[in-house]
């Protein structure tokens, strides 16, 4: 599983023209999953989120998580994050988990989510034609995967 995590001060979904989930400050969170993504994978990468120290403190330091500054969280498959570009200038998503197998493996991260952090999950929908608008605070932008965990 892969993500890319930005500090938002806000973030939207559209679609169709039509505002589907929005946040305040927190984090957008796009998800990449490949075919034997597992819980382990759930497991380390939700943790990972809840407990990255990335909003800042009274000082102005990035010292705190998302649960202890009270952030939100948005949610949005991304199987692009899975992009091969070894083979010339087009991309192949053949790493990329298919819906029948991502889907349930991004309910079930969203679920993993929601209970690490204590609070509701805002999502995208999966699969759909999204327009996402976000704010990016800092900015601060952090690529994690949990085949690779840094």
Partial sequence: MRVLAQRVASARVEIGGQ???AIGAGLLVLVGIEADDGEADIAWLSGKLARLRIF??????MNRSIVDSGGELLAVSQFTLFASLKKGNRPSWSRAAPPEIARPIFERFVEQLAADLGRTVATGVFGADMQVHLVNNGPV???LDSRNPE
């Fill in 141 to 143: 932008t952090i690529a």
């Fill in 19 to 21: 505002v589907h989930a």
């Fill in 56 to 61: 800042d403190d009274d000082l102005g330091v």
